[in-house]
């Protein structure tokens, strides 16, 4: 196996970007965060301070772990991990050992593998020919138990020549968090590869580099939250064990209570779409974003709390969809469509509904902008013979469309 080891100057900055810390107020458990190199007596002291009370003294003492006890307990390849993070990261090292259980050995391994990413990303040294490679298959490498990179020159190299130690804890990881840190590996280094061929010259694209970089660092730290189960993990996870238990009668009332959350929490960006549409000036673009908007909040009012939705394919029907296609060519036009199909969301809720409060409180806030004068003006003046044309070709090519993809389950469920 070529030897291949390295590591970056700047602290892991998607780390920096994405990670919320708790205030000192906010954290009043006394969890293990760590003992010095003066021994067990004096580390364990600390955990009876809050945190901000001997951050001071983790950064002073780099190799900062944990208590003798806990110590004892770790592989020698695990305690080098806990070495390497307090050497690397100048801001995360203290929270993350404040984690509870196995998440905080997971979360230790995520930062590493990525601070190891980073490192390649950051060494100028390194040819751009293989560099490239090296971010493409960098999620790889955990799998490979001698694999290390030693050509880099960057300061926290150490992560890079000893990839053995963190490898061997990483494959020791529950399934679960080895595919959440395995997945963001890869996507992380396939996007800073991206980047490293082109420049960024636009706000797009300087925010796709973002979520490469960091957006991709609370995706997963989400994902091993959940898996640890310390958090809520997938929505639908609250209401049935397996996904599959919902199209069963016996789980209905658990279906439906799921199906009534997402679209609840659908609803909750209603708002920002009619601000979004109220600022679109050309009329072709507003009746671009407009016709799908509507046909959104008119499929959630025919699915919101609808049991055929675990029976088979539930959608508007086609001469609906058409109507709405006609329709949707103005403000006031796409207000009075929200407003609508609100008020039908609303006459469905469920007073037994977990979600109940949620749902009728943003079905306030969506009648209270569909109703609101505030917008600018209408588009309706502007609508000319060409615009109501290419509406008319674009419903009957619409129509055609949605004839041709019904699927027989769907007949009879549509507009139910």
């Known amino acids: 196996m070529a030897g291949v080891c390295y590591k970056s100057t700047a602290s892991l900055s998607v780390f920096k970007r994405t990670l919320s810390v708790r205030s000192p107020a906010s954290a009043p458990r006394p969890a293990p965060v760590g003992c010095g190199r003066r021994g067990a007596h004096e580390g364990c002291a600390l955990l009876v301070r809050p945190l901000h009370q001997h951050t001071t003294s983790l950064h002073r003492h780099p190799t900062h772990l944990f208590c003798s006890s806990v110590q004892e307990s770790m592989s020698e390849s695990l305690r080098m991990c806990y070495v390497y993070l307090n050497q690397t990261s100048r801001s995360f090292a203290a929270v993350i050992q404040a984690l509870d259980g196995d998440l905080r050995h997971a979360v230790c391994i995520f930062y590493l593998v990525l601070r190891a990413l980073d490192t390649v990303e950051d060494d100028m040294t390194i040819p751009l020919e293989k560099k490239v490679p090296l971010l493409h298959h960098f999620h790889t490498f955990l799998y490979q138990p ?20 963190i490898s061997v ?57 959940s898996a640890s189960q310390l958090e809520d993990p997938e929505a639908w996870s609250r209401f049935a064990s397996r996904l599959e238990d919902f199209s069963q009668p016996q789980h209905l009332s658990s279906a439906l209570a799921c199906l009534n959350l997402l679209v609840t929490d659908a609803l909750r960006h209603v708002p920002d779409v009619i ?31 609808n049991p055929l939705v675990f029976q088979g394919v539930v959608k508007i ?38 979600s109940q409060a949620n749902t009728l409180y943003i079905l306030e806030v969506i009648q209270e902008k569909a109703l609101s004068k505030a917008t600018l003006p209408s588009r309706s003046h502007n609508f000319s013979h060409v615009y109501l044309s290419a509406a008319t070709i674009l419903a009957f090519f619409s129509w055609q469309y949605l004839n041709a993809t019904q699927s027989p389950n769907s007949a009879e469920m549509q507009g139910r």
């Open 146 to 165: 001698d694999w290390c990179f030693t050509e880099s020159k960057e300061k926290d190299r150490q992560v890079l020549e000893d990839f053995p130690s």
């Open 169 to 225: 804890e990483f494959r020791s990881l529950a399934q679960e968090y080895q595919d959440v840190i395995s997945d963001i590996c890869h996507r992380m280094g396939v996007g800073m590869a991206e980047f490293l061929e082109k420049k960024v010259v636009s706000m797009q694209e300087w925010d796709k580099y973002c979520h490469y970089v960091a957006g991709l660092v609370g995706v997963g730290l989400s994902q091993l939250f």
């Open 275 to 305: 601000a979004y549409l109220s600022r679109l000036r050309n009329q072709s673009v507003f009746n671009f974003c407009a016709i799908p908007q509507v046909m959104a909040i008119a499929t959630l009012s025919v699915c919101y709390n």
């Open 317 to 354: 029907r086609k001469g609906q969809a058409v109507t709405l296609m006609m329709e949707a060519t103005n403000m006031q036009a796409v207000k009075r469509i929200i407003e609508q199909y609100s008020q039908e969301i609303l006459q469905k809720v469920s007073l037994s509904d977990p």
